[in-house]
């Protein structure tokens, strides 16, 4: 390991940066410097700037990627190597607002159906019955898992945060009869080595099948039974800003873009053109001709 590399890793770890950041960046970093074939600290803003346009053209990556890289880039230059440069020198690409995918309650149900596994049902199920990311429901440990209150408590989620969500009894008892099954220690859904757990790769493989085997073609993954489970709240009245504390969103404008793909939420609103002014008491008044257009013609 460089040293350059490994000063760029202590200043995340001092931040507290998630380790599928700090892996995210090291990544498209040491991209960046293959490329070219020399250190980043040989380099600069202009080849920052070359290296976005042959990821856009050549490389064909998407918008969220390639600001995944500035992001990356900025960090080892203002902050490791402390450029002076400020955050409007990295430009950043707009990323298009496209409305989540979401399932309706009949699709998630053939969804499940086709999930053979105690353990890959549980773990999707909770992304859809609890709202959980597949990263968080996949690290759960039995002791998250509060019966009492009905609650599952998540531990450093996205942005390293706390948060609680609802546990539904159908889940309860799902999780019961798994846990009589396997009774795991560590994690609750463990991974084929000691003390891991199992990879959120399998279980989106699983989700795969599961949609391809019945019948949906939407593409489906577990955030997909996120989304369906914030929307579906939606449709069921459940205030906004409720939900956004269980999907453990910061902001609340994260939270609303579902009521875009709510058509039973959207359909209850009026339109202004359906607001009829009241009509007036008494006959209905005309406009009266001018006596020159009347003259003009008689």
Not at 199 to 219: F, L
């Amino acid at each position: 390991m460089t040293p350059l590399r490994r000063r760029m890793i202590e200043d995340m770890l001092v931040r507290n940066f998630s380790p599928t950041t700090q892996r995210s960046y090291v990544h498209y970093v040491a991209e960046f410097a293959r490329h070219y074939n020399a250190s980043p600290d040989r380099l600069g803003l202009e080849h920052v700037r070359a290296y976005q346009v042959y990821l856009a053209e050549q490389r064909q990556l998407s918008a969220p990627s390639i600001n995944t890289f500035v992001s990356a880039v900025q960090f080892l230059y203002t902050v490791t190597l402390e450029m002076p440069w400020g955050k409007n020198r990295f430009v950043r690409m707009k990323v298009p607002e496209k409305l989540p995918v979401v399932l309706s309650r009949e699709e998630v149900e053939r969804l499940f159906h086709y999930v053979g596994f105690l353990a890959h049902r549980a773990v999707l199920m909770l992304c859809y019955g609890s709202g959980l990311r597949i990263s968080e429901a996949v690290s759960l440990k039995p002791g998250h898992i509060d019966s009492a209150r009905m609650l599952i408590r998540v531990e450093q989620g996205k942005g390293a945060k706390d948060r609680y969500t609802v546990l539904s009894a159908h889940m309860l008892n799902l999780l019961r009869r798994y846990w009589k099954a396997r009774r795991p220690v560590d994690y609750l859904f463990p991974g084929v080595a000691a003390g891991t757990h199992i990879s959120a790769g399998a279980i989106q493989e699983v989700c795969r099948d599961a949609c391809r085997m019945a019948g949906i073609e939407k593409r489906v993954t577990p955030h997909t039974l996120r989304h369906s489970f914030a929307t579906h709240l939606l449709e069921n009245g459940t205030d906004t800003r409720a939900i956004q504390v269980l999907l453990g969103h910061s902001r609340i404008d994260t939270t609303a873009r579902y009521t875009a793909v709510t058509p039973g939420l959207l359909s209850t609103i009026a339109s202004p053109l359906d607001a009829k002014p009241k009509a007036a008491p008494g006959k209905t008044l005309r406009p009266k001709r001018k006596k020159a257009a009347a003259a003009k013609a008689s």
